[in-house]
């Protein structure tokens, strides 16, 4: 047995998710993945939903390996996506499906919303950009729709809690994760209740609010005996972006990032949340950080768009082939990678066809011209958001970094130093995960604080420069 003080991020994402066990080794931080497995939405009674105890097995199974490797962690910590929750009685089971935020339960609900609180009200208060899907319009789709769910609720748990309130029988709700639902307040940094007591919500199944960092307890007695080992439940920034943001190797408080992955996350740190009028028309989002920071982006569609074509057209391809093939072609449509049409289309490889008809650009025939039709939009795409981020903040910023999986795509990197005009700095690639378990090493102090780490990480990992 080894004298390595080790930690586990458990990382789930929208199509898969993977157990990283991780250590400090000269100052450098050491990762080995343990076990990987699926992910992804299933359809059940009427609904996409999330088989969440098919997750909770998985994450169980991952914590097993560890001990059949010898490499027992001191904490373990869950990060996954935002918005979606699941609700429990009053005896803790579970009420109704944990359904996924690209069901269509919430159509409509955004006005039902604006009935009770204006669309600028609700901005002002929360700082939050409007998605269809965020919890505040998922919770009015049950009051509509199922009001008897919501009165036998007793506890909301969104689905990191859902999975630490499993593995140490704590219910708490994370600060990160929780400002994605457009129902915090950036003042209070807690759940607004006036504004939750205005909709009609009970506020009974609101959390206390933790930060990243809080020890929640340790493993159930239960949880024990099946994986054959005892650690601390820490809480990571449990929201992904949040956990790849601690990530972003840098040691400047002017940093402008795009955390990449099935969705683009470009943004900037602020210490005081942008709720103005400006803010909302350009669509960017506060959500929070770790230590109180904000994070200050936009949600761009992202690689979602070519996950789906890989899959309708991509054969056996690797994302690596398809972005080489793409960069081969020299089509110059673009689409505008953030209408709604692109959320969640039968069919991604026809949809981009027809908006690229539609506009009377040339329409793309075959995977490599779709996939370079969708780089090259994500790329303009990326460039103008920039110029909005200036433009709001008043800052002007000299280089980008792009961490997470889109960071190994070479072609779009290229493609966005050229579109941005200014350096790219990529990876890493498992910015997630790394981050998610510098908040557990932070909370033991092995890291000092959010600059120690970031340092860590930039010794740690290799990172790709793309000059424009």
């Not at 998985?58 to 059949?68: M, N, S, T, V």
């Not at 919303?113 to 505040?136: C, H, M, S």
């Not at 205005?198 to 239960?222: H, S, W």
């Not at 996350?265 to 350009?282: I, Q, V």
Request: aromatic share 8%; hydrophobic share 40%.
């Amino acid at each position: 047995m080894d004298s390595y003080k080790y930690y586990l991020a458990i990382d789930i994402g929208a199509s898969s998710g993977r157990h990283i066990l991780a250590h400090l080794e000269e100052g450098r931080m050491v990762l080995e993945e343990v076990h990987r497995f699926p992910n992804g939405m299933v359809e059940k009674d009427g609904e996409h939903v999330w088989d969440v105890d098919e997750l909770f097995r998985q994450i169980k199974l991952g914590l097993k390996k560890c001990a059949q490797l010898g490499k027992i962690p001191v904490s373990v910590g869950v990060d996954t996506w935002g918005v979606d929750f699941v609700l429990l009685d009053g005896d803790g089971a579970r009420i109704g499906n944990a359904v996924a935020y690209r069901d269509g339960r919430t159509r409509g609900m955004d006005e039902e919303v604006y009935k009770i609180i204006p669309e600028d009200e609700l901005y002002a208060r929360t700082g939050i950009q409007k998605a269809i899907f965020n919890t505040i319009y998922q919770l009015m789709a049950l009051k509509v729709k199922k009001p008897e769910h919501l009165e036998k609720a007793h506890t909301m748990l969104l689905m990191p809690d859902y999975f630490h309130y499993m593995l140490s029988g704590v219910a708490a709700t994370e600060y990160t994760e929780a400002t994605t639902g457009q129902l915090v307040s950036p003042e209070t940094k807690d759940w607004d209740m006036e504004l939750i007591e205005r909709l009609g919500y009970p506020k009974r199944i609101f959390q206390r609010m933790v930060t990243p960092g809080t020890v929640l307890g340790e493993l159930t007695a239960e949880v024990q005996a099946e994986v054959g080992f005892n650690c601390k439940v820490v809480e990571p920034a449990t929201h992904d972006t949040g956990s790849a943001v601690i990530a972003v190797p840098t040691d400047s408080d002017d940093a402008l990032y795009i955390s990449s992955g099935t969705w683009s996350l470009m943004g900037t740190e602020l210490m005081e949340a942008n709720c103005s009028p400006e803010s909302k028309a350009n669509n960017l989002t506060n959500e929070g950080g770790y230590g109180y920071r904000f994070r200050y982006l936009k949600n761009i569609m992202g690689l979602w768009m070519i996950q789906s074509v890989k899959k309708e057209i991509g054969g056996n391809l690797g994302f690596g082939e398809i972005c080489e093939m793409a960069s081969k072609c020299s089509i110059p449509s673009i689409v505008d990678c953030n209408d709604d049409r692109f959320l969640a289309p039968a069919n991604m490889t026809e949809e981009v066809q027809a908006a690229c008809r539609e506009s009377g650009q040339q329409v793309p025939e075959g995977l490599a011209q779709v996939a370079s039709v969708i780089y090259n939009s994500l790329a303009r795409c990326y460039a103008e958001t920039i110029r909005q981020i200036e433009g709001i903040t008043g800052r002007k910023y000299d280089k980008i970094h792009i961490v997470g999986g889109g960071s190994n795509a070479e072609y779009l990197n290229r493609l966005t130093a050229a579109a941005t005009g200014i350096p790219v700095y990529a990876g890493p690639t498992e910015a997630t995960a790394i981050g998610n378990i510098a908040a557990q090493m932070m909370a033991t102090g092995e890291l000092a604080d959010l600059k120690a780490a970031r340092a860590c990480v930039f010794r740690s990992f290799s990172i790709t420069t793309y000059q424009p």
